[in-house]
């Protein structure tokens, strides 16, 4: 299986140079030529005029985090990726490909969750070339490649979790966000590997109920939220009755029999557990009255 070779050329400078002299050369010669009328020197510099034309086109400029793919006739010769002026076999076909950082933002994509609810999706995923060969040679555009599967590692993910945890400790797309985007980036880079591509991250950049559903969903959030709270409250006014009736008989303040204790403990929940002021009624009586 092939792999990427880095090779570096010459120096473009120094080419040039070179190659500038043997213009100034073959001119003068082709001048002499023609003023001896000799025939078969004229043809000499004539050739060598133009081979030296030919060498200029293996010139080339080599930007930061840049390279070049290097074929001869359909053979891979290697991948230059030093930054400069360089000149290689002028015969050979390079394609440029960058290496640099870059960003890719999927469309919204409506998709079913584990659950079965529709819900819109997109993520923004960070990535760049590493391998050129697998870039250029593996698939024929790398880049709509590596946008196909990134939408389509997103929908995959969509369907694999709900997008609301119902149970505690379970992974869901809303409450999950630092797992799911290491899940996501794992995902995607295993797809885009083949084609020389690093996932450097991945994350959701967009989510939410489809509009069809996203009124009923969020007053199932309101609802369930609403539970919550309750239980929370419940579970405080019980123990403040609790400490309460401990206090009062542990301080020997006051001794109830379990009717006037049943009593006592329904109204402190009533006023611990309502949603409004509670208008306190005093008793100018007995306990009993």
Not at 122 to 150: C, G, K, L, P
Not at 232 to 256: F, N, P, T, Y
Request: aromatic share 6%.
């Amino acid at each position: 299986m092939h792999r990427e070779k880095e090779i570096r050329g010459f120096s473009g400078w120094v080419v040039v140079w070179i190659l500038s002299l043997v213009i100034v050369g073959s001119v003068q010669g082709l001048i002499s030529a023609a003023r001896e009328e000799a025939v078969w020197r004229i043809i000499l510099w004539v050739v060598v005029l133009t081979l030296d034309s030919i060498c200029f086109a293996g010139l080339t400029v080599i930007n930061p985090n840049e390279a070049r793919v290097v074929t001869l006739f359909g053979a891979y010769k290697g991948s230059v990726k030093v930054a400069g002026f360089r000149w290689v076999n002028p015969l050979t076909t390079r394609r440029k490909v960058s290496l640099r950082i870059r960003n890719f933002e999927s469309a919204k994509l409506k998709v079913n969750d584990r659950d079965g609810n529709p819900i819109e999706i997109a993520a923004v995923i960070v990535w760049r070339v590493v391998e050129t060969f697998e870039a250029v040679f593996n698939v024929d555009d790398y880049e709509h490649f590596m946008h196909v599967q990134s939408e389509s590692a997103v929908r995959n993910l969509a369907t694999t979790y709900p997008y609301d945890a119902h149970e505690e400790g379970q992974v869901s797309l809303r409450l999950s966000a630092g797992e799911i985007a290491d899940r996501l980036r794992h995902e995607i880079h295993d797809r885009l590997s083949r084609a020389g591509i690093e996932v450097m991250e991945a994350r959701i950049s967009h989510l939410a109920y489809a509009p069809e559903i996203a009124s009923a969903m969020l007053r199932r959030q309101q609802a369930s939220a609403v539970v919550a709270a309750r239980t929370k409250i419940v579970e405080g006014a019980v123990g403040m009755v609790e400490m309460a009736l401990d206090e009062l008989s542990r301080k020997h303040v006051v001794v109830l029999d379990e009717e006037r204790k049943a009593a006592m403990v329904s109204n402190l929940l009533v006023v611990l557990c309502s949603e409004h002021n509670v208008a306190p009624v005093v008793n100018a009586g007995t306990l009993y009255q």
